[in-house]
């Protein structure tokens, strides 16, 4: 399925249990590889939510699989190449905290428009920059629970580009 992030159209794996609901919910976001819908992540990860009780929405961010826009692994390597991995570094803490994160902002807003969802019990998970994604995400939505993740590349994301 696809759905809105301001002027572009992204893609999004919904899993949902049988009956009416009202279900919680999880955003799953992904990590950094360019398509990440072609593995079996999303169906695995549906496969221990769903039969739980819960609906699973995996957007695919910005420049990922079939969702519009340049992925965010050639606009870094693109950056290291002009002008060095410190600017590479800083580039990716302005594109975590901003451009990518409105993905699954815009996954959240998506999943809360289903009326089968339980609003109340919104969760988000994720794995490596989806991880990043999950605690940036999860600031500005009260109500919004950043789950354990099960990859944070953090090291990445931490280091402090040259000033």
Same mark, same amino acid.
């Given at each position: 399925?696809?759905?809105?992030?301001?002027?572009?159209?992204?893609?999004?794996?919904?899993?949902?249990?049988?009956?009416?609901?009202?279900?919680?919910?999880?955003?799953?976001?992904?990590?950094?590889e360019?398509?990440?819908?072609?593995?079996?992540?999303?169906?695995?990860?549906?496969?221990i939510?769903?039969?739980?009780?819960?609906?699973?929405?995996?957007?695919?961010?910005? &420049?990922?699989?079939?969702?519009?826009?340049?992925?965010? &692994?050639?606009q870094?390597?693109?950056?290291?190449?002009?002008?060095?991995?410190?600017?590479?570094?800083?580039?990716?803490?302005?594109?975590?905290?901003?451009?990518?994160?409105? &993905?699954?902002?815009?996954?959240?807003?998506?999943?809360?428009?289903?009326?089968?969802?339980?609003?109340?019990?919104?969760?988000?998970? &994720?794995?490596?920059?989806?991880?990043?994604?999950?605690?940036?995400?999860?600031?500005?939505?009260?109500?919004?629970?950043?789950?354990?993740?099960?990859?944070?590349?953090?090291?990445?994301?931490?280091?402090?580009?040259?000033?």
């Amino acid at each position: 399925m696809t759905f809105k992030s301001g002027n572009l159209t992204l893609v999004g794996f919904l899993y949902k249990p049988d009956g009416q609901g009202p279900f919680p919910g999880i955003i799953w976001n992904h990590g950094s590889e360019q398509n990440p819908s072609i593995g079996p992540e999303f169906d695995a990860v549906a496969n221990i939510f769903v039969p739980a009780g819960y609906v699973v929405f995996a957007p695919v961010r910005r &420049g990922h699989g079939l969702s519009e826009a340049e992925y965010i &692994g050639d606009q870094l390597e693109a950056e290291r190449n002009q002008k060095g991995a410190d600017a590479a570094a800083q580039l990716m803490v302005q594109l975590m905290e901003g451009p990518q994160l409105d &993905g699954p902002s815009a996954g959240l807003a998506y999943l809360k428009s289903l009326p089968y969802v339980d609003v109340k019990r919104l969760a988000v998970v &994720g794995c490596s920059f989806g991880g990043i994604e999950m605690l940036l995400a999860a600031e500005p939505n009260p109500g919004f629970r950043p789950l354990p993740t099960t990859w944070l590349s953090s090291a990445q994301f931490v280091a402090e580009p040259a000033q």
